[in-house]
């Protein structure tokens, strides 16, 4: 009988254990970074995980309600004195017993998980939606009995021009108090964002605030916000989070036909991810010190599955053909539907619009942020993440397309992959003579050849590679040599170099062996390489497409947006062929521009009439359904490129050309011929 496999998110490691190994024990085993204090007795809490149910098509399992032991006493003891969050198990108490996906929750990490979260800085106009109102209001009388809510509509229309508002029912405990404490002087929180002026809140007599507002980027993978003061724009804190969805898959795709496979999948989704807001908010309030019902408006942007799993919307027509949105424009809500209990209860929200299809709100927030429209050269923006959107344009026109690019650029996936977290190995440089490595871990700014090291990295090791590493690794074994233009990796005697090693039928560069401390052997394997080249050619095909509709062979300059391109280097990005070739000093990166665009759209009114302008001037092109696109993704699996040039590349990165596909020695063989299929 064949051992239950389990599958650990968000880290992506999976393996087969014996029937009732602990899910702690499985985690240690597979590598999987989950913590422990109490040796497994059941009193840190430490271990806690979250177990996925229901059929999960991505990873091919499909997952029984009783695939874990059922609670013991030790749970049931934890959970009456200290209580555990609904779904939640300890790992240390709950046993495999059939296949199983488990999610490591961010405070059961070891090594939290870094979320590039940092606010760009950013000249933003600043007139907020919500204000503050200083008014004198009538006080009752007899001969006119008016109710107190008229007379402070009239003050406030007759003081500041405000007409029309807006008063949710609820608000209305508190008004007469209030005035009567103020001496019928009031001060009024209005949200006015062209859709009629609406009270959100008012206190006795002058009120200086503070008003605060929340940005929001709800990504695939990762959740960053920026909380800002509405009246001076200032960022007061930034935070992130990992997507919670990812236990349900970690593309977009996988979470669609979870949706479609699972009754009541997506409503779970929903709550997941909405719970995760909520958290987010409060932490960003923590942070910066402040009360969370002193944020009184949020931004939301978000590609168009997240957007239909945010407002609780199944997102099963996004799974097939013609990829219809439920709704594509801008909304504005209550913001208590997004993140209930987190926030001032008459907060609202605005979401951004869509484009259309899989080219969702964060697209719009990076048009609105770049503004490609207003260019007078022939930018293309790449916003690099789990699925990519690209925008390429000027002033006369611009497009827009998704990609599937896959979470390999997170570092999922990959055989010594890793989320972003200290320890990672995010940097590589391999000397092309020698064929020796040297990198750096996330937390140290010490290259691990450099005195100290050692010492600087004795709290966290080095744990694996994340996304930017593995880019900058591969890229550089291009250069050294030790990859042809295939993305085959030579043998030992074609490439000059011990740290090659067989892996079965093919290939492993070595990059770090920690085995001698107890740690990991972080080797590049000819899987790696493959599963960096598909998400690659989808990024490179989708711009190259946008570039036949525009009937140009180059760009005239390139900016890797998004959280992950802002901590990818230019030349990295190019000799792997993530983008076109452009001179290098062209290529930028703009960090988080989505997030950028949620804050413009938060800090200015008329940035939110702007966006939905440009969005309807976008021209959408679906690659899904665009022959040429598979054309492209074909021929970008070279490295850089199978038949494209690169001109500008070759003038600061000259690059070998071994071919390790045919049987002989030296350069053009030394490996073994691979299984065909």
């Not at 062979?553 to 190019?574: E, N, Y």
């Amino acid at each position: 009988m064949t051992d239950p496999l389990v599958i650990f998110t968000p880290s992506g490691k999976r393996g087969r254990v014996p029937a009732g190994t602990s899910v702690l024990t499985a985690a240690r085993k597979l590598g999987v970074d989950l913590d422990s204090v109490c040796g497994g007795r059941g009193i840190c809490s430490k271990c806690q995980v979250s177990p996925g149910f229901g059929e999960f098509s991505k990873h091919g399992v499909t997952v029984a309600e009783d695939a874990l032991t059922g609670w013991n006493d030790v749970e049931a003891r934890y959970d009456r004195v200290r209580g555990l969050k609904e779904g939640r198990r300890l790992g240390c108490q709950a046993c495999i017993e059939k296949d199983v996906v488990i999610d490591v929750p961010p405070e059961s990490q070891v090594h939290k998980q870094v979320i590039r979260k940092s606010a760009d800085t950013r000249a933003i106009e600043m007139d907020p939606a919500v204000r503050l109102y200083l008014v004198e209001v009538e006080e009752p009388d007899m001969h006119a009995p008016t109710g107190d809510l008229e007379r402070l509509k009239v003050a406030l229309e007759k003081a500041w021009g405000i007409k029309g508002l807006q008063v949710d029912p609820d608000l209305l405990t508190g008004l007469q108090p209030a005035l009567r404490k103020g001496n019928w002087q009031v001060t009024c929180a209005v949200h006015d964002a062209g859709q009629g002026p609406r009270l959100l809140a008012l206190w006795p007599g002058f009120h200086e605030g503070p008003l605060h507002g929340l940005a929001i980027d709800l990504g695939s993978t990762t959740i960053a916000a920026h909380l800002c003061d509405l009246e001076s724009g200032t960022v007061l804190a930034s935070s992130g989070v990992m997507n919670p969805q990812i236990r349900f898959g970690e593309d977009l795709m996988s979470r669609v036909s979870y949706a479609m496979m699972n009754p009541g999948g997506a409503a779970e989704m929903t709550a997941a991810v909405r719970s995760a807001l909520a958290d987010l908010a409060r932490a960003c309030a923590e942070e910066a010190g402040v009360a969370p019902d002193s944020i009184f408006e949020i931004t939301l942007v978000c590609n168009p599955v997240m957007h239909h799993l945010a407002l609780g919307i199944d997102p099963v027509e996004l799974g097939q053909a013609p990829f219809a949105l439920a709704m594509s424009d801008a909304l504005e809500l209550p913001a208590a539907t997004l993140m209930p209990g987190a926030i001032h209860p008459q907060a609202r929200a605005f979401v951004l619009p869509c484009i259309a299809g899989h080219v969702g709100a964060d697209a719009a927030a990076v048009a609105l942020s770049e503004a490609p429209h207003k260019s007078d050269d022939l930018v293309l923006v790449v916003d690099v993440g789990t699925n990519a959107e690209i925008l390429l344009g000027d002033k006369r026109r611009v497009l827009a397309c998704s990609s599937p690019t896959g979470p390999a650029f997170e570092g999922a996936q990959i055989s010594s992959g890793q989320r972003a977290a200290p320890g990672a190995i995010e940097r590589v440089e391999i000397d092309p003579e020698t064929k020796e490595p040297r990198f750096k871990v996330i937390g140290c700014e010490l290259w691990n050849t450099q005195e100290g090291f050692d010492l600087a990295t004795a709290t966290t090791g080095v744990t694996g590679i994340c996304g930017s590493g593995i880019i900058e690794a591969v890229a550089e074994m291009r250069m050294a040599g030790l990859l042809d233009r295939s993305g085959l990796i030579g043998s030992a005697e074609a490439t000059g170099t011990a740290r090659i090693t067989p892996q079965g039928r093919t290939y492993e560069y070595l990059i770090h062996d920690g085995t001698a401390e107890g740690g990991p052997r972080i080797t590049v394997t000819q899987g790696d390489i493959r599963a960096i080249q598909l998400a690659k050619s989808a990024l490179y095909a989708g711009a190259r497409l946008l570039m036949d509709e525009l009937g140009v062979d180059t760009v005239d300059r390139v900016v890797l947006a998004g959280a992950f391109g802002a901590h990818i280097s230019p030349k990295h990005a190019m000799v792997l062929g993530m983008i076109p070739d452009a001179p290098l000093a062209k290529v930028t990166s703009a960090g988080n521009a989505a997030g950028t665009g949620a804050r413009i759209a938060l800090l200015n009114r008329a940035a939110r009439g702007e966006v939905q302008k440009i969005v309807r001037e976008i021209t959408k092109v679906e690659t899904a359904i665009e022959p040429r696109f598979q054309e492209h993704f074909v021929a970008a699996n070279g490295i850089p490129h199978a038949s494209a040039p690169f001109p500008e590349l070759s003038k600061v990165a000259p690059m070998p050309e071994p071919s390790f596909n045919t049987g002989g020695s030296g350069e053009s063989g030394g490996r073994r011929r691979r299984r065909s299929g």
